[in-house]
């Protein structure tokens, strides 16, 4: 397990729209060395940058054309070593993302794969036999060019998926995960991740990473154990970088497949989904964060804790603000429902993720027109807002050439800075006291004291007790009692005196918390 893992807070950027050096409207590498230091002030140490290399951008570059080639829109290979030098240096770790399951169809294997003679790459993607032929369950293609096959996709159609082979073929032109055709193929992206991790890159997020082996069984045996021989590589030679897998399943994730931490990811219904974005099942939002919803916790936890109990000791569950495939919190809580909602994900176990902009409040774009295969991801993906000048401060060039229109009527870095009770200045001062205290590092003590409809949620991280109502009701707690109550091992260690953080205005006597409107305590 990477050590540098247990204090790390992630700061996730999509570089096209973070910040632009050479003008030309869309986000570069220079741009993310020069706001390094804005990411360390804010309090994160690690970054999770979105895919950076040579594409066509039709699923904004996780359409890999060449996975060795930084794409010339973001610079050079030589930027993004600077970056991993210049982070370094500032004692921040940088993640880049690794798309094992499909290549773009512009990819030089592809192109070769297509031939019809027989050729090193012929196994490389997954083809049947007959030009108009496919199976159950997959999206095939034929018609493209002269192979007498149809391919499987992996994702969008100019994703083809590359062979891992099935965990159990039934047809005479699919190979088995253990065949040699699809070793090639697991070789090949070993030989990727080595390319970047001898270059100072400090691991990898892994795309559809449970996506690997066709038909694979219930369990995924195959892709878990494909994972499996890559941790033991990078154990053996790279014991410090770390992989974080788009799975969230730890079951399988961490447990099986061997990653360090595993996204828990906004899915319809489940804790997470509960806690933010609760606003698609009927009878209005229902998230735990939405004041006056009457919040559950109880759904989070009871998804969450079982996810917690298989990771501890072997990995970690990494909450996100948001991602670039989720709609920005901003799409239904307003800023006093924000911070209580960051205060909580940044300091419940794991390793957090922040998504850029999420600390301003940057807004979700719903009208947003689609670009580069975003959707009705696109209003996630708008350009960092910084300051209050021409293009919010993200670049000099026109507004007609910029990658996506700013929201010019948002929040910037430069407006969030200077009022004393944003969002941003709250999400800072949490990260200052985060980064100082064992207590509050991603594997410290983690107790429910409190977790019933209708309370405020009430938990432990080694010896600090954290409060959070996010309705509009006051509530008094008798902190002293419930902690007698439910931890011995927390009473053994006294109980708390004081409050060290705090949103709204909690106040703390005689063991007696009280917890106005949507309000957030953190008591040592
Ligand atoms: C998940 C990524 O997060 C998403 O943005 C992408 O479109 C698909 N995987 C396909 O790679």
């Known amino acids: 397990m ?75 290979n030589e930027d993004l070593y600077e970056l991993f030098r210049v982070a370094h240096q500032k004692g921040i770790h940088v993640l880049i993302d690794l798309v094992p399951g499909h ?16 050729n090193e790459y012929s196994d490389r993607y997954i083809w049947t036999d007959f030009w108009i032929k496919g199976t159950p369950g997959h999206p095939y293609i034929g018609g493209e060019c002269d192979r007498n096959g149809t391919y ?86 790279y014991p410090e970088a770390a992989l974080v897998a788009e799975w969230s399943n730890p079951w399988q994730a961490i447990a099986s497949a061997g990653f360090h931490m595993d996204f828990y990811l906004d899915h319809g219904g489940n804790g ?16 735990f964060f939405k004041k006056n919803a009457n919040g559950d916790i109880g759904r989070f936890l009871k998804d969450f804790l079982p996810r917690y109990e298989i990771s501890r000791g072997k990995g970690y569950v990494s909450f996100i603000t948001c991602n670039h495939d989720t709609p920005r919190a901003t799409n239904t809580l307003d800023e006093s429902e924000l911070k209580l909602a960051y205060a909580t994900l940044l300091t419940l176990p794991g390793v957090p993720f922040i998504y850029y902009g999420d600390e301003i409040g940057m807004k979700y774009i719903a009208d947003m027109p689609t670009k580069e295969g975003g959707y009705t991801r696109t209003g996630t993906r708008t350009p960092m807002q910084w300051s209050e000048g021409p293009n919010k401060g993200f670049s000099d060039a ?15 870095v430069e407006s969030e800075s200077a009022r004393p009770d944003s969002l941003y200045n709250t999400v800072k001062t949490l990260l200052k006291l985060k980064n100082a205290n064992e207590d509050l590092k991603a594997d410290a003590d983690f107790k429910v004291i409190l977790g019933i409809p209708g309370h405020p949620f009430v938990y432990q991280r080694g010896s600090m007790t954290i409060a959070v109502n996010p309705e509009t009701r006051p509530a008094t707690l008798d902190i002293t009692g419930l902690i007698r109550g439910k931890s011995d091992q927390i009473s053994q260690a006294g109980s708390p005196d004081k409050i060290v953080f705090s949103v709204g205005d909690p106040s703390f006597n005689a063991g007696k918390l009280e917890l106005p409107a949507q309000s957030f305590a953190i008591l040592l």
């Not at 950027?13 to 993310?32: H, R």
């Not at 970054?47 to 904004?60: M, T």
């Not at 290549?103 to 027989?118: G, L, Q």
Request: aromatic share 14%.
């Open 272 to 287: 997470y989904n509960t806690l933010l974005r609760d606003y698609e099942t009927p009878g209005g939002d229902n998230s």
């Open 398 to 412: 026109s507004p007609d050439m910029l990658y996506l229109p700013v929201d010019a009527n948002g929040p910037s």
């Open 103 to 118: 290549t773009s169809e512009e990819h030089e294997w592809f192109r070769e794969s297509c031939k019809p003679e027989k």
């Open 2 to 76: 990477p050590k540098w893992l247990i204090d790390a807070v992630f700061y996730e950027i999509y570089p096209q729209s973070f910040y632009d050096t050479n003008g030309d409207g869309i986000g570069d590498i220079p741009g993310i060395i020069e706001k390094l230091d804005y990411i360390k002030d804010l309090g994160c140490n690690a970054l999770w940058i979105n895919p950076c290399y040579d594409s066509p951008f039709k699923d904004a570059g996780y359409d890999v054309r060449d996975y060795k080639k930084v794409a010339s829109r973001y610079g050079t």
């Open 152 to 237: 499987m996709l992996n994702f969008f159609k100019c994703q083809p998926a590359l062979n891992y082979g099935f965990f159990n073929p039934t047809e005479s032109w699919q190979t088995s995960y253990k065949d040699p055709a699809a070793i090639a193929t697991q070789d090949a992206m070993i030989d990727v991740m080595r390319f970047w991790l001898d270059r100072g890159c400090d691991g990898f997020r892994v795309d559809m990473a449970d996506s690997l082996v066709k038909d694979d069984d219930k369990d995924k045996t195959g892709t878990c154990s494909i994972w499996q021989r890559i941790r033991k590589m990078l154990d053996t030679d």
